[in-house]
T-cell receptor, first 115, second 110 residues
Framework: KAGVTQTPRYLIKTRGQQVTLSCSPISGHRSVSWYQQTPGQGLQFLFEYFSETQRNKGNFPGRFSGRQFSNSRSEMNVSTLELGDSALYLC??????????????FGPGTRLTVL | EDQVTQSPEALRLQEGESSSLNCSYTVSGLRGLFWYRQDPGKGPEFLFTLYSAGEEKEKERLKATLTKKESFLHITAPKPEDSATYLCAVRGGGGNKLTFGTGTQLKVEL
């Protein structure tokens, strides 16, 4: 069974630009969560989607947004990039949102560098 | 607000030298404590889920245990390939949001 895939794996952008990252969950998984990982803050929750609806959101500014498609694939967008947005962006998938149990499986991440 | 604290931040062991990593947590309504392993430049790899105090899970040289306030990841006779950052996370409340600790960076030397 294929794991979580994320594209692109690496991105270099300049301040003020916007970026879109993509995530394809494990086949059959319907919930997708996004996390930002930096050396200083560790893994921080961004948001999660289930059935094309945002179910939960972390403490990030509105420049960070996302969406989920009917096939469960998800994208996240960061507008007006800042130097501090440089990070590893991780996507995780799980079977369902309301199950209360079950694991999240992570993709390899997208390394975003903002110059 | 859910909180997770891991200790030590870094740990250096000799091959075969057993030890334990600690994860202390506060959460409203625990719906799972998770252990992940992360290698440099890669996404976290799932290891264990624990749901209730007293539960234990084992996989090869790793054993995870859970109490009402903390979890331990015991590493028995580690090998160099066990070198990685080990992350602890909790899920509480609604949805699938995980709150992570900052991890323990483990290095096992020959």
């Amino acid at each position: 069974k294929a794991g979580v895939t994320q594209t692109p794996r690496y991105l270099i952008k300049t301040r003020g630009q916007q970026v879109t990252l993509s995530c394809s969950p494990i086949s059959g998984h319907r919930s997708v969560s996004w996390y930002q990982q930096t050396p200083g803050q560790g893994l921080q929750f961004l948001f999660e989607y289930f059935s094309e609806t945002q179910r939960n959101k972390g403490n990030f500014p509105g420049r960070f947004s996302g969406r989920q498609f009917s096939n469960s694939r998800s994208e996240m967008n960061v507008s007006t990039l800042e130097l501090g947005d440089s990070a590893l962006y991780l996507c995780a998938s799980s079977l369902a949102w309301t199950s209360g149990y079950g694991e999240q499986f992570f993709g390899p991440g997208t390394r975003l560098t903002v110059l | 607000e859910d909180q997770v604290t891991q200790s030590p931040e870094a740990l250096r062991l000799q091959e075969g030298e057993s030890s334990s990593l600690n994860c202390s947590y506060t959460v409203s309504g625990l719906r799972g404590l998770f252990w992940y392993r992360q290698d440099p430049g890669k996404g976290p790899e799932f290891l264990f889920t624990l749901y209730s105090a007293g539960e234990e899970k084992e996989k090869e040289r790793l054993k995870a245990t859970l109490t009402k306030k903390e979890s331990f990841l015991h590493i028995t006779a580690p090998k160099p390939e066990d070198s990685a950052t080990y992350l602890c996370a909790v899920r509480g409340g609604g949805g699938n949001k995980l709150t992570f600790g900052t991890g323990t960076q483990l290095k096992v030397e020959l």
